[in-house]
């Protein structure tokens, strides 16, 4: 491609006949770009004038939206309808987080493929002893996307719970804690001693149990030993399949650890996430 837009800007005093991109009718670069994925379209469009105006053709971005997006913008997200605007513009919008629930859930399309990804805050989810700060905190942190994380001090019993209702394009997902061994360093205003690890106990008698059911019948189910401390990790819970993009389904899911023959403590919960199942590896790459 590089040789062949070399030719094309070439001077036209010594090949008068030769055409410039300028010259391209924007019909044919609009098919061009709507094989290309979205982040490459925005990139040709600064090219020049006419890339600029074949990127915003609403054929483009059609196959790049998610086929229930009505349901998103009109839903979710204030201030603009799915009717107004160009389909370029709705795809841009709705990478940004659209927060819902009081501000404790999200999604967002992601920018390259246009898949759509979840989270749920910590402060979401149901939490046995979570009122009782003996055992648990709600601790503010730079490290979270909610900026707050629960903090687990000492327990005997580990039940961490939640559920979301979404209309999920088909596809196939998947269920990810975002856990962490370890209490947070990057708390606003925390100038006090790096002491991160001292509560870390209990968590290598009994691994951790993770669940997931869905309204239409999907379940999975899987458990770990935490062993890694003072990093962030996914834990992948399970999959399940989005079948029609315009019923919505609820999904329940779970972290466990019962066993009341030890405590358990050190553990931070950020967030739960719910991403295409082939994204896995871009969440995890974002936490090396």
């Known amino acids: 491609m590089g040789a062949n837009t070399s030719l094309l800007t070439q001077e036209s005093s010594t090949h008068p006949t030769k055409l410039n991109l300028g010259d391209i009718p924007e019909s044919c670069v609009a098919l061009v770009l709507s094989n290309l994925d979205p982040p ?21 971005w059609d196959a790049k939206l998610p086929s229930n997006y ?3 913008v009109n839903e979710h997200v204030t201030n603009i309808s799915s009717t107004k605007l160009g389909k ?22 992601d920018k390259r493929t246009g898949g759509v990804c979840l989270s749920i805050s910590s402060k979401a989810l149901t939490i046995t002893g979570i009122d009782d700060r003996r055992y648990w905190n709600f601790i503010p942190t730079d490290e979270s996307r909610f900026h707050t994380i629960a903090y687990l001090q000492q327990i005997w019993w580990v039940e961490v719970e939640g559920d979301i209702d979404f209309r999920f394009p088909t596809g196939t997902y998947s269920l990810l804690f975002k856990l962490r061994l370890g209490r ?15 509560n870390v106990h ?18 999975a189910n899987s458990k770990c030993f935490l062993e890694d401390t003072g990093s962030w990790e996914y834990h992948h819970v399970g999959d399940f399949a989005g079948r029609d993009s315009n ?42």
């Open 40 to 60: 490459e379209v925005c990139k040709l469009a600064r090219l020049n004038r006419a890339f600029r105006a074949a990127s915003s053709a609403d054929f483009i």
């Open 70 to 72: 009505h349901y998103m």
């Open 88 to 109: 370029h513009e709705i795809y841009g919008r709705l990478t940004r987080p659209v927060r819902f629930d009081d501000g404790n859930k999200e999604f967002w399309l």
């Open 184 to 198: 947070s360093t990057k708390r606003p205003g925390w100038w006090g001693p790096n002491n991160e690890n001292e």
């Open 202 to 219: 209990g968590w290598d008698k009994k691994p951790v149990q993770f669940q997931l059911t869905t309204s239409d019948g999907q379940q």
């Open 247 to 288: 019923i919505s389904t609820k999904i329940k899911f779970s972290l466990t650890q019962i066993d009341c023959t030890h405590t358990k403590g050190g553990l931070s919960v950020d967030l739960v996430l719910i991403c295409p199942s082939n994204l896995i590896k871009d969440f995890r790459a974002l936490l090396l």
